[in-house]
């Protein structure tokens, strides 16, 4: 009883580690330009597609997986360059547009160059799961799960000490004002797109050993991040965070005890849910209109 | 006509208006001025309804309205224009200005699918009318113009020309003369006198001085978003309290 | 941008002409499409554009004009298709009636929705409308007892008053009339004080509610309209069809609808029916060459939005009107 409990509760915080990667990179996106971008499933997508594929064709799987990371930070930056920036004072209407665009663009690239079928990569440490007080968890989760935190921290250390974090939090307190002051916004826009598709792309490769990935996975992984984002508070660090954990947690247990045929529901239920009552998100601050 | 009592309007800490009480009678043009951040906007914005008074109540025609929303208001007879132009750049000049008749016609979205007897009709007469409110406010050359392919000064005019659109008993405008020159200043200032001639209620926010002291029957002038003296221009000229704060500094400028 | 005409009011005069025009072309073009049409095929691929331009229309009505996006909108053409296809095939009714209380019903769920999802904006709506679709496609996945889950399920054909229709000719004939009728409907109210007021709350929420404008109501006027408009074209179609699924009510189709409006042109009839010529057409030339089609979509909604932003049909007839009168003129159309 209880470990069963136990056991969906270590499930459900492997994917919002995994969702908490998706939504750090939708909020880091939306800081720097005010754009939430639709394709971050994608990102998530080609890391894990890139990183098995040169894994299949025998390239190492530590190479493969860092090949794989930075191929989707490349596409992130390219995204931005010849998508977004082309638009950048367009409706948010039309930016969502766009990216919604790039995503479909991404995954038929994907399903051209490398098929339909789900790709796979071994995992890091074994198959053999360990024993908590009667739950089981896959050494792979540890790995999301570490690599998570480690990620985390990073960018807390990345936002706080150095030069180009605090000119990505200047940008997006107030673009004008970063840019007077000599922060080179053009950069600083491109970095957020190539840092959060690297993260999403992180999340998509140490995921991938335990549900395999394919050219379409990334759609519902990247909705999901963009409802923790969403829960949390669009733009809030810790709001993604929490936001993407609480997701996870929820839809392991409603998978667990109430319907598995619905646990793709859950997060889109949560989120309307809580859009009607804080439509500023859990953890986001209140906007005021001036007039 | 319009009471405002012990209003107060509080953003987070900040107090942007504090305990202001005045009364506007009616047919006469009520000026409400103060420096920058005195909270004049704010106090149109409470009344006008797009912001909640934290506490204090204003009346219209005898009624508490305070907390109404805005297009309640505009029921009751209530218009008013934008310091941060509010203009639908999707439409025509004209357009616009018949968005501001909207209460005048029917516009049940039934009726207009299937083109109800009269509606046409209605809505025809409402473009010639409203054509010749732009002429009234000087904006007549614009006519068959995009509303997004207007100069600013015409903007001004077609906001006053959509306020007056819908027949207000009660017209606020919100610094008319920002941004204008010499010469549209002056025709702002004949306008506004033309219109509490015909009997309308108008009260305005402005920094112009002059455009001020020669329109308004009465003033209000706020401070730190308080009331620091209300009465006749000549009263307010004459008043210490504010030549210090405000008369002094703005003659030691022109 | 536009400079002003010589004459007072002539916009309206022009644009009552303008009406007319287009309205007798189209009329035309669908009079005289089924000549050119040789096979079923072909006239089912006309039908198909034809249920697309409709919803298009549609959803133009609240993207476009009222400015309200909404990314789950396949989700009510999902409800009025299913829900004619049980109520007909489950508890025994009419197709008309069928219909009509699956739209009713669509009506009351898309009121229930918008007046609560309506107060968002721009991101935070693009998501609750998401949800929505995602939430109704997933229902209509797993109720398998009702819907026939993934596989779908048969929908018995349309009959009227115990005459019933069949064959893609005689369908052609509804959904082009449909059309038609939509285009009409949808102008007139354009050219209403209502379609005024849409249109002004779209440009200043501000303005428009100082004017009178009840910006809640009519938002949810608005968005109850053009989903019961969706929720009726799914029930035709389903009845046209023979056979639904899941997959029409999914964030793809709800997609496609997006495409369709921004390509010909946000705020634009016409344009409407110009993306839905496109996005009927496309499927079939791509047809056989799998993910080129996502890509190619991917693209059209790339460029479009950055060399095209205002679509296809609005950026032509001002590059039309600019020759013609030798002013750069954007007239909205």
Not at chain 2, 50 to 78: C, H, K, N, V
Not at chain 3, 45 to 66: D, E, K, Q, W
């Amino acid at each position: 009883m209880l470990s069963e409990l136990l056991q969906f509760i270590l499930s459900g915080v492997t994917l919002g580690a995994m969702y908490t990667l998706s939504a750090l990179g939708f909020s880091m996106i939306y800081n720097a330009s005010g754009v939430i971008n639709f394709a971050q499933g994608e990102f998530i997508m080609v890391g894990g597609m890139a990183a098995s594929f040169l894994s299949a064709t025998g390239v190492p799987l530590p190479m493969a997986c860092v090949a794989g990371v930075m191929i989707a930070g490349l596409v992130g930056g390219l995204v931005e360059r010849w998508a977004v920036a082309p638009a950048r004072d367009a409706e948010v209407a039309s930016v969502i547009i766009i990216t919604i665009g790039v995503s479909m663009i991404l995954r038929g690239l994907t399903e051209i160059l490398l098929g339909k079928r789900p790709h796979a990569l071994p995992h890091f440490s074994g198959e053999a799961p360990i024993t908590v007080l009667g739950a089981t968890i896959l050494p792979q989760s540890l790995w999301v799960l570490v690599v998570g935190a480690l990620i985390v921290l990073g960018l807390n250390l990345f936002f706080g000490r150095t030069r180009i974090g605090k000119g990505v939090l200047a940008t997006a307190y107030d673009r004008l004002a970063a840019q007077l002051v000599g922060v080179d916004v053009r950069r600083v826009l491109t970095l957020s797109f190539v840092l959060s598709a690297g993260i999403g792309a992180v999340g998509g490769v140490l995921i991938t050993p335990i549900s395999t990935v394919a050219y379409d996975t990334g759609m519902m992984l990247g909705l999901k991040g963009f409802v923790a984002a969403t829960l949390g508070g669009l733009g809030s660090g810790p709001g993604a965070v929490a936001g993407g954990l609480f997701l996870g947690l929820i839809e392991a247990l409603t998978a667990g005890y109430i319907s598995s045929a619905y646990k793709d529901a859950v997060p889109f239920v949560l989120v309307f849910i809580v859009l009607v009552l804080r439509p500023q998100g859990l953890l986001g601050t209140k906007p005021t209109d001036r007039i | 006509m319009l009471t405002v009592a012990n209003l107060s309007k509080q953003f987070g800490g900040v107090h942007a208006v504090q305990d202001v009480s005045f009364t506007i009678p009616q047919g006469c043009v009520y000026s409400v001025i103060g420096p920058n951040g005195a909270g004049k906007t704010t106090l149109f914005n409470l009344i006008s309804g797009l912001y909640t008074p934290t506490s204090g109540s204003i009346r219209f025609e005898g009624q508490d309205i305070s907390g109404q929303a805005p297009d309640r208001l505009a029921r009751r007879g209530m218009s008013r224009t934008f310091q941060n132009l509010q203009i639908c750049k999707n439409l025509s000049a004209i357009d616009n200005v018949m968005v501001g008749a909207h209460l005048t016609l029917n516009a049940s979205m039934f009726a207009g699918m299937f083109r109800w007897p009269g509606l046409a009709r209605a809505d025809r007469a409402c473009r010639e009318r409203a054509a010749a409110l732009m002429e009234r406010v000087g904006c007549g050359d614009f006519i068959t113009a995009d509303a997004a392919a207007m100069p600013y000064g015409a903007l001004k005019r077609l906001e006053i020309a959509r306020a007056l659109a819908s027949d207000p008993k009660i017209l606020f405008l919100d610094e008319p003369a920002a941004g204008l020159n010499h010469t549209e200043t002056h025709s702002v200032q004949t306008l506004v006198a033309e219109l509490a001639r015909s009997g309308l209620t108008v009260v305005v926010v402005e920094h112009d001085m002059k455009l001020v002291m020669s329109v308004s029957d009465r003033i209000l002038v706020l401070n730190y978003g308080r009331r620091l003296a209300e009465g006749t221009p000549a009263d307010i000229r004459e008043n210490p309290d504010v030549i210090a704060a405000y008369l002094g500094a703005d003659t030691e400028e022109e | 941008m536009t400079q002003i005409s010589q004459s007072p009011a002539p916009r309206a005069a022009r644009s009552n002409t303008g009406r007319f025009i287009g309205l007798a072309t189209l009329t035309t073009v669908v009079a005289l499409l089924p000549l050119a049409l040789p096979n079923a095929f072909y006239v089912d691929v006309a039908i198909r554009i034809a249920i697309l331009a409709v919803n298009g229309i549609a959803l133009n009505l609240l993207m476009g004009y009222t400015g309200q996006i909404s990314l789950g909108h396949a989700g009510f053409f999902g409800l009025g298709a299913y829900g004619s296809a049980v109520l007909t095939a489950h508890f025994g009714w009419s197709p008309l009636w069928a219909l009509l209380a699956a739209a009713a019903m669509t009506a009351v769920i898309a009121w229930g929705v918008a007046r609560v999802i309506l107060r968002l904006r721009g991101h935070y709506l693009a998501m609750a409308t998401l949800g929505l679709g995602i939430i109704i496609s997933i229902v209509l996945s797993n109720e398998t007892a009702w819907t026939g889950g993934p596989d779908g399920m048969a929908v018995d054909s349309f009959s009227l008053f115990g005459v019933p229709l069949s064959g893609e000719r005689r369908w052609y004939w509804v959904f082009g009339g449909l059309l038609i009728g939509t285009v009409i409907l949808a102008q007139n109210l354009i050219d209403s004080p209502a379609g005024r007021a849409l249109q002004a709350l779209h440009g200043s929420e501000t303005a428009a509610s100082v004017a009178g404008i009840d910006v809640g109501r009519r938002k949810v006027g608005v968005f109850v309209l053009s989903a019961t408009v969706a929720a009726v074209m799914g029930s035709l179609s389903a009845h046209y069809a023979g056979y639904i699924n899941p997959g029409i009510a999914g964030f793809l189709q709800s997609v496609e609808l997006v495409i369709i409006v921004v390509l010909g042109g946000m705020a634009s009839i016409y344009g409407s029916i110009f993306g839905a010529v496109v996005m009927g057409l496309l499927p079939q030339l791509l047809a056989g060459y799998e993910g080129w089609d996502s890509v190619l979509f991917g693209l059209i909604m790339v460029v479009t939005m950055i060399v095209l932003p205002r679509g296809v049909v609005p950026s032509l007839t001002a590059r039309l009107r600019s020759t013609r009168f030798g002013t750069k003129g954007n007239a909205p159309c």
